[in-house]
């Protein structure tokens, strides 16, 4: 590469941050749930999802265990059995969405959602720009596991959203379509990756302002009562926020569920530029060099690391 060229690259790279949004490659990274049973959530994950353990540590009197796939953390489990259980009314997570790479590993991880005793199947839609499996753990945190459709067939209205919908989608026909003896056997060596997390949130609002105006996601989707979806880079989602079960909720309580939002992007450069509109919002937050963390108005913790998902980030957070 010549010096032009390194010139170059360093403009674009610089041309990528922006001050008001977020790089159009930010990802999500794994989500830490607070667990009561270590083992039996560890198991839900690795049995029921194909997830294997990467990794863990004793932090004081607990374990953080990560599991994912291959070497992709998708979630760590923490050890806090002394709490009370997730209370559907509050602040928190709605559903941790995992995506895949196509319908054939879609469907194998959805066979061994369904097969699992400790499963509880929720439903299955068509978004348009997705096809998606709902299910629920053992300790009541929501899952979605989906596949998106090919950019090139999503569709946008005139105001700019993306269409998005919610219709049914056949699981029998869907599995007898797509499922593969050898991926099935073979499940846990397919990618996969948390795609977005869905937020119970107090109200609408006030969610914007947080994760549009701050940490600076762009609306894709507002049009629907009581929820509104944001991304990074045209994405259909990355977040999302809904007072469906939780309006006029306010902090949230210690409790088991949802711990950490993790949300990667590509450099330093971009949490710089995060911190920059933290800092004219007087808003509080951590920056150890790594990563910037702080709360949402509800009490979340959320992590925004710069550089690609890692195991040793993931249990950092």
């Known amino acids: ?65 990560v599991l994912g796939r291959g070497t992709t953390p998708m979630v760590k489990l923490v050890s806090t059995p002394d709490l009370p259980g997730v209370d559907p009314r509050q602040a928190g997570l709605f559903h941790t969405a995992f995506l895949y790479k196509d319908q054939a590993s879609l ?64 699981p029998n026909a869907f599995l007898a379509e797509h499922l593969d003896d050898q991926i099935i056997a073979n499940t846990s060596a397919q990618p996969g990756k948390v795609g977005h997390v869905h937020l ?34 045209g994405y259909h989602h990355h977040v999302a926020m809904n007072t469906w079960n939780s309006q006029g909720a306010g902090p949230r309580a210690a409790s088991l569920g949802l711990g950490d939002v993790a949300i990667t992007v590509p450099g330093r450069e971009d949490l710089d530029a995060l911190v920059a509109r933290l800092s004219a919002r007087s808003m509080q937050f951590a920056d150890d060099g790594r990563s910037v963390r702080l709360s949402d108005p509800w009490g979340t913790q959320v992590t925004v690391a710069a550089g690609a998902s890692s195991v040793d980030e993931a249990l950092a957070r």
Not at 141 to 164: A, C, F, K, P
Request: charged share 20%.
């Open 200 to 233: 119970q949130v107090g109200d609408v609002p006030t969610a914007r302002s947080f994760y549009v105006d701050a940490l600076g996601f762009e609306p894709t989707f507002a049009s629907m009562p009581g929820v509104l979806f944001a991304s990074a880079g």
């Open 1 to 65: 590469m010549t010096a032009t060229d390194n010139a170059s690259a360093s403009t674009q790279q610089r041309s990528a941050v922006n001050d008001t949004t977020l790089n159009v490659d930010t990802g999500m990274d794994a989500v830490t749930l607070r667990v009561g049973d270590l083992e039996n959530m560890s198991t839900y994950y690795a049995n029921a999802l194909a997830m294997e353990p990467i990794e863990e540590v004793s932090r004081g009197n607990g374990v953080h265990r």
């Open 107 to 170: 469907a194998a991880t959805v066979a061994h959602a369904a097969q699992n005793t400790n499963s509880r199947f929720v439903g299955s839609s068509d978004h348009l720009v997705s096809e998606a499996f709902y299910f629920t753990d053992p300790e009541g945190n929501g899952i979605e596991l989906y596949v998106d459709r090919d950019r090139s067939q999503w569709q946008h209205t005139t105001d700019g959203e993306v269409r998005m919908d919610t219709i049914y989608l056949d």
